[in-house]
């Protein structure tokens, strides 16, 4: 089997030069106009620019009111314009001191964000500022995959970009750099290696402190996501220094994962015991603990060119179309209730709630990546019908209620990221359309005086007083990206790019230097006589790029399916 979403789908997301957005003499009469607009068929190319300047404009007003009021701490207050770092006064405040590490994290996660938006200057000057001022010689715990996605996904992608001898993005190199990025990135996960060691089937452990390695207090659960979304940053690391143990461990604990999908259904749960390797409850989904270990099966795959991801992906993915998809075989034609990702029962797939949460909003992205357009059309209807609602995401809504089960929105990227890859598949205005929306939304609901708070409550869009380091390392990025046609990243075929979980740029089939026998060696054997899935990338037809992505009826459907009037 050929690497064929490396030459097939991933180039029509990321390296084909951009189409304009067109116009068609098609005028959809009715709900269009009623609930969304009459312009969807086009965008002109004055919007876009001013569009493409407005994104950048809002990271700069965050990224700016950071280095102001908040380096070198980790995260902005932007409501008080002040600095936020652990909270050593509760060290039971997860929420905080899972993510916070007093090691200048949003500085780090926004690096490659500036080369995105072409500033190599400041890039030169971020990269002197961690090279002179970080270390991780810290007696502070932190969650392992987030400390993986945010920090280490991020010093590898800043250091590649600097070594990157097609200069893809410019000249991004420091004067006198000498792989200090990656003495970094090597640095820090050696001390987030202990969370492997001390369990038996490798599954690590959630948090360790980076002087003195995994606390004993520290809670011997983790989630499926946690534990399973390591391997494109351990992995690239490994290949960039010649020592396979980072790729190894990172396997070792994906593949433990997948040997304990239930035998009836193939799932796998929220949450696992990684002593007893039991899962912690029944339930199982697409949302919060079980989301990127999904997307790690298929990007590392497309990053590493590994057979047995794609092997792992396709087969878990046949049992989330067996027992979580619900609604009509078909996104845009037959009857039935509108597709939709429920969370079941790992045992058995009996549906056991009616919510969907924000975090699953990243699967249209990933249905891209996977060259099912039509699904992944299907899937974004959804979740943009919340947001037209709210002008926001909840954290959780209720389909059967209609309503908003948890209320919080911390300006996450997924909704976002789908949108920016659905437009690059299809070249559909309509996505430039939601994607300005989103800039909007921001602009009046998030926006303070020195950044862009979460939202509190979606409904009365009180704020937060926080500005999460994903907004300029995600939102942010792919907002530019969607609207920048001229992004190198898009243009050039030299070197192609893969997007981590945090929107870490890496670039795809990074060698290994050593020799075949020091490779983690899989417990599960295949047959040698398996037939595989015959991949193909779904054709994008003339209608999808220029008409309604989803047919009007069935936008009207997904209107009703989450409207609360």
């Not at 250091?159 to 004067?175: A, E, V, Y």
């Not at 890496?506 to 060696?521: A, G, H, M, R």
Request: glycine share 6%; net charge negative.
């Amino acid at each position: 089997m050929t690497l064929w979403r490396q030459i097939c789908c991933f180039m029509i997301i990321i390296s084909n030069p951009a189409l304009m957005g067109g116009s068609s003499d098609f005028v959809m009469p009715g709900f269009w106009e009623q609930y969304y607009d009459n312009n969807y068929r086009s965008f002109s190319e004055s919007k876009r620019l001013e569009s493409k300047e407005a994104a950048r404009k809002m990271f700069y007003f965050g990224y700016d009111s950071y280095m102001k009021y908040a380096y070198p701490y980790d995260e902005l207050n932007p409501i008080d314009c002040t600095g936020r770092g652990p909270d050593v006064m509760n060290p039971e405040n997860i929420n905080i001191n899972d993510v916070l590490g007093n090691f200048s994290l949003t500085l780090i996660d926004s690096l490659d964000t500036l080369a995105v938006l072409g500033d190599a200057e400041e890039f030169k000057r971020a990269v002197e500022r961690v090279i002179e001022n970080v270390h991780f010689d810290l007696d502070t715990t932190v969650q392992v995959f987030e400390t993986n996605i945010r920090i280490l996904g991020s010093l590898l992608s800043a250091h590649l970009l600097i070594t990157d001898s097609n200069q893809t993005f410019g000249d991004l190199r420091p004067k006198f750099y000498d792989n200090e990025l990656l003495a970094l990135a090597h640095d820090l996960a050696v001390r987030l290696m202990p969370a492997f060691k001390r369990t038996k089937n490798g599954i690590p452990f959630p948090r360790v402190n980076l002087r003195h390695g995994v606390p004993n207090t520290t809670l011997t659960h983790t989630a499926t996501a946690g534990a399973g979304s390591l391997l494109m940053e351990f992995g690239t690391l490994s290949r960039l220094t010649g020592d396979p143990s980072f790729e190894n461990a990172a396997r070792r604990a994906v593949e433990e994962l997948w040997l304990r999908r239930n035998i009836n259904t193939g799932l796998v749960g929220a949450a696992i015991n990684i002593f007893s390797g039991k899962w912690m409850g029944n339930l199982s989904g697409l949302g919060a603990g079980i989301d990127s270990f999904f997307e790690y099966l298929l990007k590392a795959y497309v990053l590493f060119g590994e057979e047995e991801d794609l092997k792992m992906y396709d087969e878990a993915f046949d049992s989330v179309k067996e027992f979580i998809r619900r609604g009509r075989e078909h996104c845009n034609y037959g009857t039935g209730a509108p597709p939709v990702y429920v969370n079941v029962d790992v045992t058995s797939g009996a549906m056991i709630n009616t919510w969907i949460d924000s975090l699953q909003a990243f699967l249209p992205g990933l249905l891209v990546l996977n060259g099912d357009i039509e699904e992944a059309i299907c899937c974004h209807a959804l979740f943009y019908a919340i947001w037209r609602r709210f002008e926001a995401l909840p954290e959780r809504f209720n389909w059967q209620l209609k309503a908003a089960d948890v209320l919080f929105y911390p300006l996450r990227p997924e909704l976002i990221e789908s949108t920016y890859l659905l437009y690059r598949a299809t070249k559909n205005p309509f996505y430039l359309h939601a994607g300005r929306q989103f800039l909007d939304s921001f602009e009046r609901h998030a926006k303070t005086r020195c950044g862009y708070a979460s939202l509190h409550n979606v409904i009365d869009k009180s704020q937060e007083d926080r500005m999460e380091s994903f907004f300029l390392s995600e939102t942010c990025k792919y907002l530019y990206l969607l609207f920048d046609f001229e992004n190198p990243i898009h243009n050039q075929a030299s070197m192609r790019y893969v997007f981590t979980t945090e929107g870490h740029i890496l670039p795809i089939n990074i060698t290994k230097s050593w020799d075949p026998e020091f490779d983690y060696t899989f417990k599960r054997k295949r047959d040698k006589n398996e037939v595989y899935k015959n991949h193909q990338c779904e054709k994008v037809s003339f209608e999808t790029s220029y008409l309604l992505p989803l047919r009007e009826n069935y936008f009207k459907q997904m209107n009703d399916f989450v409207s609360g009037s």
